[in-house]
């Protein structure tokens, strides 16, 4: 799916009421010609149930009412004329070749509720009767639009963890089950997407959580603008902390939920954080990353600027009004000739496009920004050669993989046992393990370790020589005295910095300070030092055994194998400068092709397609 949000060009979150086929289907013209092929698109839930109350004395509950009309609402009370509107979108959309996303529950959006006005003051959430008309809206649109061939998945709703207070992660869970089975109620032959964002997982302090809406829905979903949710703020959005997070934040909500995901919702806000030049990078580099990482899609936020309406949401937040493919006046911005570049490449792609291969599980501790963490070993992993996927459990059930990176240990609840006991276990067979020390206490840690503990020392300034370049540091560290380890690295005290320990067939490091924490946490953090040197360490001789390399802390290299002899490559520039890379290809292997850029020279935000055959011998 590659394409875009939706509102209308004339009327954004009024256009039910102001709809107009014949500029909806110019709309939908002008975004076919630009490569869009898929559309989210939204029934506002006030348009669509517009159920008010009438009062009797005293203000007590007399009936329901159609707000628009006065008529009593004895049914549902949905508006048919809508249903005809989504009917005729559903046409147009289908005599343009885009396929839809319908995201049912839309009442919240852009920083504004749209509510059916007899719930207004209600908690969304958990309140009885707006969970009735709720059930009652979505069966209904449903039920309508089931057998419209242009609508490839439903979504809850945009956003629905704005719509109102969860007391609870049981009330979110209820709500969340609520909607998929009034869905499923009507129609079991399409995907729900989850459509949530800033979800959490595991111990974590929240209430919406990811392993819930794995378990709920088919698909979960991110929205990784450059905000400070994902810490996307604090460098300009085309260097590589940010061009990757929308990667790795993705990779994080899939592992912990164990369910495809994609990137539904991207954009710049406004010109304040950067050019409209910039936006077209920042475009590029997420839709190549989100071929080459199997995601099931990438949607804009979204197909029109807004800035000409006058009306709330528009009228209260200024970063709603200049996203958008096309300005106000329907000229096309930089972004716009991207998508239609972008399309033509995934037209070039197999779909679906073979599985990335990765290298190694990033499994993370139950203490700890657990996000944060995931995105740091992410972009660790690309920076050193390494591609990660990321898991989370409570029972042991981890990918299997040789190598494991398990981040920024903290706190007395490290992780189950059972995981811990299944980690200890797949390394006593020969995988790898790779520790980094922010505070954590493990079980038998001289064993693991192979060093022991002479103590803590808070809140100490270090530095460490890492292949020639002296690191600044400060930290809570371990005062280690090793015994069946080797040490890699030390600080300028002597007290190791990175240990080596056979453990059974396979390996334990340790690094004795939270490098994922240290780099995640500071402006440029991850192009200032070289900390990913450490994984590359513990990763080397997988590294050096790929099909292709790449010795470029800015450059990302997937590979996608079609079977034992086919592979396809992807070489993508997460960073703001052009890249004339050095690219290592194994004797055995040979470029078949190159589909798209050219692996001489690289442009920021840009990348390389190839496909790789292994010579016959």
Known sequence: MLGANYWGSEWGTEMWLHYDGEKIREDLKQLAEYGVQNLRVFPNWRDFQPVDRAYSCRGIHGEY???????????????MEMIDHMKDFCKAAEENGIELVVSIVTGWMSGRLFCPPVLN?????????????????IKRLVRELKNEKSIVMWGLGNEC???????????????????????????????ISSDMHSLCSGPEKGLWFLEDQGELTDMVCTHPYPSPSVG???????????????????????GVSKKPAYIQESGTFSQTIGSNRMSADFMRIQILSSIAHNFTGYQWWCAWEQKHLDFPPYTWAMIERELGLFDKNKNPKPVAYVMKDMSKLVNKLPYPFPKRKTDAVCVLPREGKRQNMAIASILFGKQAGV????????????????????????????????TWDTLLEKVENGAKLCISFNGGQITDFPDVVGAESMGFMDNVSHTVEIEG?????????????????????????????????????GT???????????????????NLHPYY????????????????????????????????????????????????????????????????????????CDGVFLKITKNKI
């Open 121 to 137: 003051g209600k908690n969304l959430i958990t309140d009885p009767e707006a969970l009735m008309w709720m059930r009652r809206f």
């Open 65 to 79: 009412i159609n707000s628009r009309t006065g008529i009593p609402v004895y049914d549902d009370g949905i508006d």
């Open 533 to 604: 040197k450490l994984y590359k360490e513990v990763a080397k001789e997988f590294i050096a055994d790929k099909e292709i390399i790449v010795e470029d802390k800015n450059i990302g290299v997937t590979i996608n194998p079609v079977d034992e002899n086919e592979c396809f490559v992807t070489l993508l520039n997460y960073s703001d400068k052009e890249i004339k890379p050095e690219v290592i290809i194994k004797d055995n292997w040979k470029v078949e092709e190159v589909i798209y850029g050219d692996m001489n020279s690289i442009p920021a």
């Open 387 to 418: 591609e990660l996927e990321v898991a989370y459990s409570e029972i042991g059930d981890i990918p299997e993989s040789k190598l494991y990176y398990m981040p920024c240990i903290d706190g007395w609840q490290i992780i189950y046992k059972k």
């Open 232 to 254: 996307g703020d604090i460098e300009p959005y085309t260097r590589l902390r940010t061009t990757c997070l929308p990667t790795a934040q993705t990779l994080y909500y899939s």
């Open 469 to 505: 370049e002296k690191i600044p540091y400060t930290c809570k560290e371990i005062l280690l005295n090793p015994t069946t380890a080797e040490v890699l690295y030390r600080n300028e005290e002597g007290n190791p910095v990175m240990l080596k320990n056979k453990y059974g067939k």
């Open 161 to 191: 963890n704005c719509l109102g207070e969860a007391q609870t992660r049981y009330h979110a869970y209820q709500w969340t089950a609520t909607v998929v089975d009034a869905i499923r109620s009507e129609d079991t032959s399409r995907p």
């Open 508 to 526: 334990v490091y340790f690094i004795n300070l939270p490098v994922e924490k240290l780099a995640i946490e500071k402006t440029d953090g991850f």
